[in-house]
């Protein structure tokens, strides 16, 4: 099974600053054929469904603000929020859709408000 | 709008069985792979099963031999059917719908989920 590992476990940013999570793998999620990453990420707030957020590493869902972005190859992620606001107060996972089954998710980062 | 809506869920005895089902609309049913995926109390998202367009069904090593996951397409549903039943299978159990019809895509839609205790 691909091992998916997050860093950090939690931080807290001040609002309009920016905040970053990385997601590492323990193998490629790089698929050649397709050039495509099989890495996405979830918000997940408390009381809610997991929401998607971003897909094949860097595309953003649908609806999903611009504020949101995702980059990496390979193995390492990160998944940015430009300018921290409020509502993004959540928990964050990544997850890989490479080699499945099963499916894995990374152990989640929280983000608050500094 | 694509909406998800599971239930089923309740409070079991280690051992003991449950059904979840997970009734889907708002999109063309046949056309797309589903998953459960599950979160423990304090813990992170678990993927659990999945069932493909196809029919094709795939499993968690955990739960491998004791769930079984169905899809009825014409009443746009997709089951959990689980047995044997042990505590450390509390959980919320989400359904999720996947992006495309196989499983190597990621689940664009959730549902809000249905808690499963299990406890004597």
């Known amino acids: 099974d691909i091992v998916m590992s997050q860093s950090p476990d939690s931080l807290a940013v001040s609002l309009g600053e920016r905040a970053s999570i990385n997601c590492t793998s323990s193998q490629s999620l790089f698929y050649s054929p397709y050039n495509k990453n099989y890495l996405a990420w979830y918000q997940h707030k408390p009381g809610q469904p997991p929401k998607l957020l971003i897909y094949?590493?860097?595309t953003r869902e649908s609806g999903v603000p611009d504020r949101f972005s995702g980059s990496g190859f390979g193995t390492d992620f990160t998944l940015t929020i430009s300018s921290l606001q409020a509502e993004d107060v959540a928990l964050y996972y990544c997850q890989q859709y490479y080699n499945t089954p099963p499916l894995t998710f990374g152990p989640g980062t929280r983000v608050d408000i500094k | 709008e694509v909406q998800l809506l599971e239930s089923g869920g309740g409070l079991v005895q280690p051992g003991g069985s449950l059904r979840l089902s997970c009734t889907a609309s708002g999109f063309t049913f046949t056309t797309y792979a589903m998953s459960w995926v599950r979160q423990a109390p304090g813990k992170e998202l678990e993927w659990v099963s999945g069932?493909?367009?196809?029919?094709?069904?795939y499993y968690a090593d955990s739960v491998k031999g004791r769930f079984t996951i169905a899809r009825d397409n014409f009443k746009n549903t997709v089951y959990l059917q689980m047995n044997s039943l042990r505590p450390e299978d509390t959980a919320v159990y989400h359904c999720a719908k996947q992006s495309d019809g196989n499983g190597r895509y990621p689940l664009d839609s959730w549902g809000q989920g249905t808690l499963v205790t299990v406890s004597s």
């Open positions: 069932v493909a367009r196809s029919g094709d069904t």
């Open positions: 094949w590493a860097s």
